[in-house]
Structure formats: C-alpha cells, structure tokens
C-alpha cells in the first residue's frame, strides 16, 4: 500500500513514497480507500521528528497526515452509519506508520462520517480535523450569544473555521488579517477586521475597551495576545500554551486527539458545510509523490487554503 512519508526524521526532502503493510481491521473501525490527504502544519512537525519521544512506535516508517477524504472500502463489525461505497471524511490520530498520508487506512468509525454533499474528497478532505479543533475550541470556552470572541490566524485554517462556527453560534467576532487578507477574514464573517502583528492585542482593545469574553490563538501568539482579552475571559491555544496566571484568565490548551472520535460533532460539521455555513478551502493539490514540495509551500507561509495530497 502506498504511503507518503519519513524513514528517517528530517527536513521536506526526507518524505517519499513508502510501501506499507495493509492495517489491520479490528471491530468498530472502518477501511478506507484514501483519495485525499490535507498537509496541515503539523505534519511538517511531525516529519521533522518533532513529536518523536510522545510517540509509542519507535520503528520507522512515519506518515504524517490528520484529515483525509475517500471511500469506505470495508466495514468492521458494529459499524452501522456506513456503508462501503459510501463518500467520507475523517479525522487522524498519527502514529507511526499511521498516518493520513496513505491509501489504505483504518480508523475508529466515530472518527469517520459522510462527507458534505456535492464535495469532492478534495475539498472534503479540508474539513474534519481543523473545524473540529475550532469546534472544540469554541466549546471550551463556552461563550453566550452576543459576546465577543477574537480570532487571531483568522485566514488560517482553524481560524477561518473558528470564525465561520462562532458566527454561527451567535457570537461577535474581531478577527485579525493582513491587508492582502482582509476581504477573505471579513468573507468568512468577521464583524470587525484588525490588522494582525505582535501589537495585535492592542488593536483589539481599541476596538473594545474592555477587552474581549474570549480568543482563539490561530496564529499560536500565544503571551503576546492575553492583554486582548478581558480579565476572567477565556484564550484558547492550539500549541499547548497555559497562559501566565494572571488577571484570572481561562486558559484551554485545545488537542484535537481528545475529541477525534465525537462522531456527532463531525456530522455537525459535515451538516454546517452542507448549509453553507463552513466553506471547504483547497489552496492547491499535489499528487503524492509531491508530497515534499507541499510541505516545503506550508512551511514558507502564506498559504490560504489547505494544500492536499492526492493518491
Ligand atoms: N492542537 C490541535 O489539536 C491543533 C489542531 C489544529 C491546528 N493546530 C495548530 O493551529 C495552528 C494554526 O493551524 P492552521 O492550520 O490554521 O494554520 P494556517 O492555515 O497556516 O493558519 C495560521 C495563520 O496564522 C498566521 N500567522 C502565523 N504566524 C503569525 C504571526 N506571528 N502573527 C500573525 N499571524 C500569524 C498565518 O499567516 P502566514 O501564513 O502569513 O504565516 C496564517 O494566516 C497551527 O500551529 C496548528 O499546528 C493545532
């Protein structure tokens, strides 16, 4: 089965095109014929070795890769939302061998759910990790209707989404942007558009003097931004960031892993995409044997929209 990934832990040149074994198909899990995988920033970390002493498997090979879209190509017992054939979307815990970047690939069925109508896997690829991470994000901190909530990474992919959800949920929204990234923030629904940068926080505050109920930390800023929020507010960090104790600050370091298997909140998800109320951003596709040249775009910056691996 083909895989993209590192027998040795390095820098984009180090991925390639690997052999690996089928997985196993255990009770409750589902097989899937992968067609797209997203490069998120994570992966990069991942093949630079970055996660290597948290990592179980010891042994080489390691595929990086969270979220992938494709066809269900078996089914193990008990799983009944599904049927092989059938369209999907899922979310990747990586670990060793097993990772997003691979055709062949099985996952715990509530890590997986029908993609959204009339998405390709491309697109729909885009989905599931990132806006279940703002997902959670938002439910972390757990803001009411009406108050405000600032999102910094705004054009990012977990930013974006977090804006999208928030709106939804009611909340008002001051997302940061470059100039070039301005329109696209305000697109997605930002109700107030500040210009990003380490004076970010500041900004914010102009905009409210009291400062915001809560911030979610796409651009993982994480000391920089507290001053944005108020005292008691609640910062949501994607990065493992604590916050410094101070002013009463809520501080929730947000990991994915811990809510990969929440089937209904990725149908949610799956059902606000069909709305129209999350927009699937594909930046550009690679085939897989390209794999190297997209990490090497997602590391230089600047990329709106996700790239994805095609196999
Ligand atoms: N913990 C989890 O479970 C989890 C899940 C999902 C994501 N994440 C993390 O969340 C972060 C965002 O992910 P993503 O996929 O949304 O990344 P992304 O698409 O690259 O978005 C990040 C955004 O932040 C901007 N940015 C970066 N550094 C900045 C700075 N110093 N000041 C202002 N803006 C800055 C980027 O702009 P440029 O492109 O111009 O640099 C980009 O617009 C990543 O660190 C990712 O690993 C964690």
């Given amino acids: 089965m083909r895989a993209a990934g590192v027998t040795e832990f390095g820098g ?5 095109i690997l ?6 198909l255990g009770p409750g899990e589902v097989r899937l014929r992968v067609a797209a995988a997203t490069v998120n920033p994570t992966d990069t970390h991942a093949r630079a070795g970055a996660y290597a002493d948290r990592d179980p498997v010891k042994t080489p090979p390691w595929v990086p890769g969270m979220d992938v879209a494709g066809v269900v190509a078996e089914l193990g017992d008990g799983v009944d939302h599904l049927a092989v054939g059938d369209e999907v979307m899922g979310v990747v815990v990586p670990t060793g061998a097993h990772g997003g970047y691979r055709e062949d690939l099985v996952l715990p069925g509530d890590s997986v759910v029908r993609a959204p109508k009339g998405a390709d896997a491309v697109a729909a690829s885009t989905l599931p990790m990132n806006a279940l991470t703002a997902r959670f994000a938002l439910d972390l901190m757990a803001l009411g209707r009406g108050q405000v909530l600032a999102v910094t990474g705004a054009a990012g992919a977990f930013g974006g989404y977090v804006v999208q959800l928030a709106k939804a949920d009611g909340l008002t929204v001051v997302a940061d942007a470059a100039e ?3 329109d696209l923030v305000r697109t997605l629904g930002a109700d107030v558009v500040v ?4 004076d970010v926080a500041a900004r914010i505050r102009e905009q409210f003097p ?6 979610a930390d796409g651009s993982v800023q994480d000391a920089l931004v507290l001053p944005a929020v108020r005292d008691g507010g609640a910062v949501a960090t994607v990065r493992g960031y604590r916050g410094d104790g101070q002013r009463g600050l809520r501080v929730f370091p947000t990991l994915v892993r811990r809510v990969a298997q929440d089937r209904a909140a990725l149908d949610r998800l799956r059902q606000q995409a069909d709305d129209g ?12 044997e390209q794999a190297a040249d997209a990490h090497r775009l997602i590391e230089r910056g600047g990329v709106r929209g996700r790239l ?3 196999f």
């Fill in 12 to 16: 984009a040149e180090a991925l390639r």
């Fill in 19 to 24: 052999d690996v074994p089928a997985e196993p």
């Fill in 180 to 182: 070039a990234d301005e």
């Fill in 195 to 198: 210009r990003r940068g380490d």
């Fill in 210 to 215: 009291d400062g915001v109920d809560g911030l």
């Fill in 277 to 288: 109320v999350l927009t699937l951003r594909v930046a550009r596709t690679f085939p897989a």
């Fill in 308 to 310: 994805v691996l095609t």
